[in-house]
């Protein structure tokens, strides 16, 4: 449960003198993500140079956070991998230390991986969330939004992050939660149909969360949030806490905590 991060901030490399009112960026043209290397955009061409300092800023920024923190390692939530191609893995942007680093929910990560997996979701390869329980977290959002929170107001990293070019602004992650507004819950969907579509959730209620740490072979560190698939060795657990009739032979299951 999130109960002491009182510092949060929204790190960004957008100016937030051209937000209106309601908070919204007011330039159309500016990049927002690394496929648009080779383009022209606000008449100049957005160059691989360009993007790889950027990002190095965004990287950087993540580890003089961890280090105003006193911080060596952090946890991995919440991750989902792309399928890539073999033409994206000639990429330039495609680095040999991906293939090497272990990205796994759970999975406690050090500096140097935190380094290469921050690449990976800027590049749009992965999407991932590091957490350490009621200290710290980095969330990455849509558009090379940014958002980090910590129990330590981090000046230094603060003053590294605008002398590196980007923006820090006090907000709420909106990935953001509290054990108190988590919603957990079975869903499911037809075996037979390619499009996944969920044709069935109940909500879970009043079960504690280390015996969802215990079922789903968590740590007890880990909030319980995102989606994991259910197998049928977790059947005897969930279909007592369920009206409906679990049927492995007729649908997936999925067991998801959400805010």
């Known amino acids: 449960m999130v109960t002491s991060i009182n510092y949060q901030w929204r790190i960004t490399k957008y100016n937030p003198d051209f937000r209106d009112d309601d908070g919204y960026y007011t330039i159309v043209e500016e990049w927002t993500c690394p496929s648009q290397i080779g383009q022209t955009i606000n008449g100049h061409e957005f160059t691989l140079n360009e993007y790889l300092r950027v990002e190095a800023s965004y990287v950087d920024t ?15 939530l919440q991750c989902s ?15 040999p230390a991906f293939d090497e680093v272990q990205v796994a929910v759970d999975r406690i990560v050090t500096i140097q991986e935190i380094r290469i997996i921050c690449q990976m979701v800027l590049r749009n390869l992965l999407f991932c969330q590091f957490y350490l329980k009621d200290q710290f977290f980095v969330h990455f959002g849509w558009d090379s939004y940014m958002y980090v929170g910590s129990c330590n107001n981090s000046l230094s990293a603060i003053a590294f992050a605008e002398n590196n ?23 499911w969907n037809e075996i037979t149909d390619d499009s996944k579509l969920i044709v069935g959730s109940e909500e879970l209620i009043e079960v504690p969360i280390e015996e969802y740490q215990r079922v789903l072979k968590l740590s007890n560190e880990h909030p319980v949030i995102g989606q994991f698939n259910l197998s049928i060795e977790h059947k005897e657990f969930f279909q007592k806490l369920l009206k409906h009739e679990m049927d492995f032979t007729k649908y997936e299951y999925f067991f998801t905590g959400e805010h």
Do not use: W
């Open 165 to 187: 070019g980007l923006f820090v602004e006090p907000f709420q992650s909106p990935y953001y939660y509290t054990e108190e507004k988590t919603t957990r819950l079975v869903e």
């Open 81 to 95: 991998t792309v399928k890539i191609s073999p033409e994206e893995r000639q990429s330039i942007l495609y680095e």
């Open 62 to 76: 993540v580890i003089q956070f961890l280090v105003a923190s006193n911080l060596s390692s952090l946890r991995i």
